[in-house]
T-cell receptor, first 112, second 113 residues
Framework: GESVGLHLPTLSVQEGDNSIINCAYS??????FIWYKQESGKGPQFIID?????DKRQGQRVTVLLNKTVKHLSLQIAATQPGDSAVYFC???????????FGTGTRLTIIP | SAVISQKPSRDICQRGTSLTIQCQVD?????MFWYRQQPGQSLTLIAT?????????ESGFVIDKFPISRPNLTFSTLTVSNMSPEDSSIYLC??????????FGEGSRLTVL
């Protein structure tokens, strides 16, 4: 089946710096993408989403970029804080299908 | 956003036994799903819990092993039957929000001895 993958399994960033987490997807029919944050011992927490008719969407300290041409998704976190340390998952679904397919996850560690 | 409560939050079970996980959503939702997350891995969809009808299972998951109930629009259960150590995992309940986003419970961490 279609897969969603991440380029890097781990990422370490100095506190206060910006971080970028990347995700590649293979399903050209995907029209909705979500980024989740999962802290240790907790369930995934919705961060931000984007639909395929958009290239960029901003939230509080987070920005998601979508490049449909190369099937690439990224999550940018500005001015990282210790609380940003977690595993981040991208997920996608295609039109008419409510099931989400998850990527493998990137562990982000913020260095004090 | 929907608030999803799962119980138990964790349990240690003996091989060959079965455990039922309950999931309660604080509002009516059209769709609920059950995911499994094995240690250090991503989330894998087990099934879609359909209200009033049999669940829809993904490839590799069967009803005899993972029976699911959904008696109404706010509640669902997942049973892990005849457990083996390979079933040690986090089981996550999720619900579809009004804008298409998926919300998750905190998960039920099962350890099978």
């Amino acid at each position: 089946g279609e897969s969603v993958g991440l380029h890097l399994p781990t990422l370490s960033v100095q506190e206060g710096d910006n971080s970028i987490i990347n995700c590649a997807y293979s399903n050209s029919a995907s029209d909705y993408f979500i980024w989740y944050k999962q802290e240790s011992g907790k369930g995934p927490q919705f961060i931000i989403d984007i639909r395929s008719n958009m290239d960029k969407r901003q939230g509080q300290r987070v920005t998601v970029l979508l490049n449909k041409t190369v099937k690439h998704l990224s999550l940018q976190i500005a001015a990282t804080q210790p609380g940003d340390s977690a595993v981040y998952f991208c997920a996608e679904k295609d039109f008419g299908n409510e099931k989400l397919t998850f990527g493998t996850g990137t562990r982000l560690t913020i260095i004090p | 956003s929907a608030v999803i409560s799962q119980k138990p939050s964790r349990d240690i079970c003996q091989r060959g036994t079965s455990l039922t996980i309950q999931c309660q959503v604080d509002s009516q939702v059209t769709m609920m799903f059950w995911y499994r997350q094995q240690p250090g891995q991503s989330l894998t969809l087990i099934a879609t819990a359909n209200q009033g009808s049999e669940a829809t299972y993904e490839s590799g998951f069967v009803i005899d092993k993972f029976p699911i109930s959904r008696p109404n629009l706010t509640f669902s259960t997942l049973t892990v039957s005849n457990m083996s150590p390979e079933d040690s995992s986090i089981y996550l309940c999720s619900a579809l929000g009004g804008a298409g986003e998926l919300f998750f419970g905190e998960g039920s961490r099962l350890t099978v001895l």
